[in-house]
């Protein structure tokens, strides 16, 4: 069978026994990074040294037919770097075509940097959203986010640290300035950290810079019990008094869960 493995995401004490078994009987092992994998096994006291196989995002899709072939007579470890394979990591090519070709899938449960940053992010837990890595191009992230301003859930998103400023800058103007968020880093290691704050607050904590891995949760959108050309009217009446159109966009954004660019615009055009 394949069995997707889970990892520690920073703490090796959060190594599972079933993860050691697994590791100590394993015959061959699919890895992200078989380097990664074997100060795992060093780390762990594993004297088990298994056959590696490369297993990332450039050959996964040519090598997910001979995995599969392997375990239709063994067992198959598959291993992501940290967390869960097939969540944001390489698998889920093993996966379907394991399930394709009626080869056994099973999962050794463990730790996983999305549930860990939602339940200590302060924010509802009852519904939520994994996005995954926003795309790296300012363009694509734009369009992106505000497809999902009106998303009600929590969502939970990957960042890369040299780009959670920018992804959080972007996040306020399209989900609204006073939208509720936290940026968890290095879950789990010595130096964890949960920032939380509106996305305003936290574009002025990350300009600063930011190291680690990073999760970021956002609240979801709240009811929109204000119907548009009323929150249009909002955004005016704050001009009126003195604020600049964008920063009145982006807070009746995030009091109505309208898009801040939309409400933008349409006061932009009923200024003339």
């Known amino acids: 069978m394949i069995i997707l493995a ?20 394993a015959t061959v092992v699919a890895a992200e990074d078989t380097r990664t994998t074997q100060r795992l096994l060093a780390a762990l006291g594993i004297a088990n040294r298994p056959r590696l196989i490369a297993l990332h995002d450039h050959n996964e899709k040519d090598r997910a037919p001979e995995l599969v072939e392997l375990a239709r007579d063994q067992d198959v470890l598959v291993l992501s770097d940290a967390g869960m394979p097939t969540v944001s990591d390489p698998g889920y090519g093993v996966v379907a075509a394991a399930a394709e070709a009626g080869v056994v899938v099973t999962a050794i449960p463990g730790p996983s940097a999305v549930v860990t940053a939602l339940a200590v992010s302060g924010l509802p837990t009852d519904r939520f959203s994994f996005e995954g890595f926003l795309p790296r191009k300012s363009g694509e992230r734009t369009s992106t986010l505000r497809a999902l301003a009106a998303e009600p859930r929590t969502m939970v998103f990957f960042e890369a640290p040299s780009r959670v400023a920018a992804s959080l800058s972007d996040m306020a103007a399209e989900f609204g300035a006073d939208r509720r968020a936290a940026v968890c880093r290095e ?86």
């Open 187 to 272: 879950l789990t290691k010595l130096h964890e950290e949960v920032a939380r704050g509106t996305l305003a607050e936290l574009v002025s904590w990350a300009e600063a810079g930011v190291r680690g891995e990073l999760v970021i949760v956002v609240a979801g959108a709240p009811a929109r019990g204000v119907a548009f050309p009323d929150a249009v009217t909002q955004v005016l009446e704050l001009v009126r008094d003195g604020m600049r159109l964008k920063d009145a966009a982006a807070e009746v954004s995030g009091l109505t869960g309208h898009s801040s660019r939309e409400l933008y615009q349409a006061s932009l055009a009923v200024r003339g």
């Open 6 to 25: 889970a990892t520690p995401i920073g703490n090796l004490g959060d190594a599972s026994r079933r993860l050691v078994e697994a590791l100590e009987a």
